[in-house]
């Protein structure tokens, strides 16, 4: 914590933030203008229904018309930023996520809205959700639980302060489940005994999908059981409604799992789609989905023994605006690199059983960078790629030294451990533990490389040149090389290696080192020699 306790003055203005969550059911815009202090104000918030969850199969295809519809609320959220000439922060979920064709969504995105989607994981969905909770509820200090349902899936979180004690995802959203179970809707013409079926059926995937999770969270402590999303405020207004507390803020409120129960029998009594649109408290545009997201809570409460939910109105888009805000406003940031750099070296433990000779070809690759800054022209943000790709370079090794380079680009790019990275990040990162060593990247043999934005491709080639001279140079895994100097000129770049004691032997460091410049020579339209220091003159 700081030792700069907050004024009471309104703050220093310092910028808008434009906040875009991509939800399976809404996209929902928060607008507000950054503070010092790490304050922020709301401005306008804005929300479309334009449910792209609504494609066929299991929610792994995005239909024309929802694309339509997506492109066109964010055109609207674009529009609204560049009148205040906000910073603009837009993060895609489950639907985005599971489609496979989101690369139409993301690329009409960019060139028709001039929006550019970050797909986020399941499980930076919930440390974002938990952002928003710290900042909307005094949890803080409590061990405190937390779940969001969305219109595709459901995140659960356990922790305490701003740490994630766990987390996990589930294909559980108000959209899927009523869709699944329900296909002809809760009011379809099949008899009450099919609709029973039916509801057995959903309580009994809910329950299952739940359940090793609640049995892996048993022993966490909780004081406090966070709901966000539409769907639980929605519930909860229910509840409030037939408690005649309409008016109360809904931010901080609780609703109790007896009348939650209350609600969701009033929900399955409705006699048709008109009263249940009716009953108190719903929100007409929700109704027909309801019945989904009402059977998760219930079976959450029921799974993980919580009494009650204290509902939180922060969630995802407050966290990344809170993210956002730290960020542009140049506040407390380091939390931020520490979960990041932090998450990595998690997975390296995990997977790598020599994790120091990852952490030396991390400190040599940053040394080749930063000397070779004038002529890749890259930043900040590369260099920390660079630096997570060449820690996380060997953990295919896990599987198999054959191809362990190929191993390592699956592992990365589908752990779940990478906390504080977007899809993009993690796809750059996981690129280079695929070309750390072997082919070169070649947009017509390897796919997933010329599924990459040109701008994208370049960049993996020219840390990936970087990575595999820095993976030679510590050939013998035994950190000989204690630091390498580089010398550039018009046509040349000189690498000059030193040892790290006086009289080792580096000579398999150097020719390893050697045989690696082809690919970084070639990037960078000059030859590539690697040395060791000038013989002294004695």
């Given amino acids: 914590m700081s030792g700069d306790e907050p004024s009471d003055s309104p ?32 401005l306008t918030r804005e929300k479309a229904t334009v449910r792209l969850g609504s494609g066929g199969g299991d929610m792994d295809t995005l239909d024309d ?23 603009v922060v837009a993060v895609a979920t489950s639907a985005v996520r599971e489609a496979s064709n989101r690369s139409v969504f993301i690329r009409r995105a960019s060139e028709e809205a001039g929006v550019s989607v970050e797909v986020i994981s399941g499980v930076e969905e919930a440390r974002l959700i938990h952002l928003g909770v710290l900042g909307a509820l005094p949890v803080f200090d409590r061990p405190h639980a937390l779940i969001d349902i969305g219109g595709g899936s459901t995140e659960v979180l356990y922790g305490t302060g701003d740490e994630v004690a766990a987390s996990r995802s589930f294909k559980l959203g108000a959209i899927r489940t009523t869709r699944r179970f329900f296909p002809d809707g809760l009011f379809g013409e099949g008899s009450e005994k099919s609709r029973s079926r039916q509801l057995r059926a959903a309580r009994a995937h809910v329950a299952s999908a739940l359940a090793p999770f609640a049995t892996a969270v048993a022993d966490l402590p909780f004081e406090v059981i966070a709901g966000c999303s539409g769907t639980i405020e929605t519930l909860a207004a229910m509840a409030r409604a037939k408690a005649g507390e309409n008016g109360r803020s809904a931010n901080g409120s609780m609703m109790t799992r ?28 929700r109704a027909d989905i309801i019945v989904g997201g009402a059977l998760i809570v219930q079976g959450a409460m029921e799974a993980f023994g919580w009494e009650r939910l204290t509902i939180s109105e922060g969630s995802l888009r407050e966290g990344v605006l809170q993210e956002a805000q730290a960020r542009l406003t ?51 943000e590369h260099r920390e790629l660079l630096e997570a790709g060449a ?34 990040e993690i796809e750059l990162v ?34 990936a040149g970087i990575l595999r001279v820095a993976v030679g140079l510590d050939r013998s895994h035994a950190n000989k090389v204690g630091d390498v100097e580089v010398l550039v000129s018009a046509d040349e770049v000189s690498l000059v290696a030193n040892p790290a004691e006086a009289g080792d032997d580096i000579d398999l460091e150097l020719y ?24 002294s003159a004695d």
Avoid: W
């Avoid at 310092?14 to 991509?22: K, Q, S, T």
């Avoid at 007896?258 to 649109?277: F, H, P, W, Y």
């Avoid at 020599?354 to 800054?373: K, Q, T, V």
């Fill in 11 to 42: 703050g220093q203005e310092l910028g808008a933030i434009a906040a875009i969550d991509i939800g399976t059911n809404s996209i929902h815009t928060v607008l507000a203008r950054a503070l010092d202090q790490g304050r922020y104000e709301v």
């Fill in 65 to 87: 018309d929802a694309i339509d519809r997506g492109i066109a609320a964010l055109a609207r959220a674009a529009q609204l930023a560049a009148d205040r000439n906000a910073l």
């Fill in 258 to 285: 007896k009348e939650l129960d209350a609600v969701v029998d009033a929900i399955l009594g409705a006699a048709s789609a008109e009263e249940l649109k009716a009953l108190p408290g719903m929100e007409s545009s």
């Fill in 330 to 380: 140049g506040g407390d940031t380091a939390h931020l690199a520490d979960l990041r750099r932090h998450s990595v070296e998690h997975l390296l433990i995990a997977a790598d059983e020599d994790p120091d000779h990852a952490r030396c070809i991390a400190r040599l690759s940053l040394e080749i960078f930063d000397g070779l800054e004038r002529v890749h022209g890259l930043g900040a």
């Fill in 391 to 424: 820690l996380l370079a060997n953990v295919g090794l896990m599987i198999s030294h054959s191809a362990h380079h190929k191993h390592g680009y699956y592992i990365v790019r589908n752990t779940d451990r990478l906390s504080g990275f977007n899809d993009r």
């Fill in 430 to 463: 996981a690129q280079l533990a695929r070309f750390h060593r072997k082919a070169r990247p070649d947009e017509q043999r390897h796919p997933e490389f010329g599924a990459l934005s040109l701008v994208d491709r370049a960049v993996v080639r020219t840390l």
């Fill in 512 to 535: 390893a080192g050697s045989a690696n410049t082809n690919l970084l020579a070639e990037v960078l339209g000059r030859s590539v020699s690697v040395t060791g220091p000038a013989p």
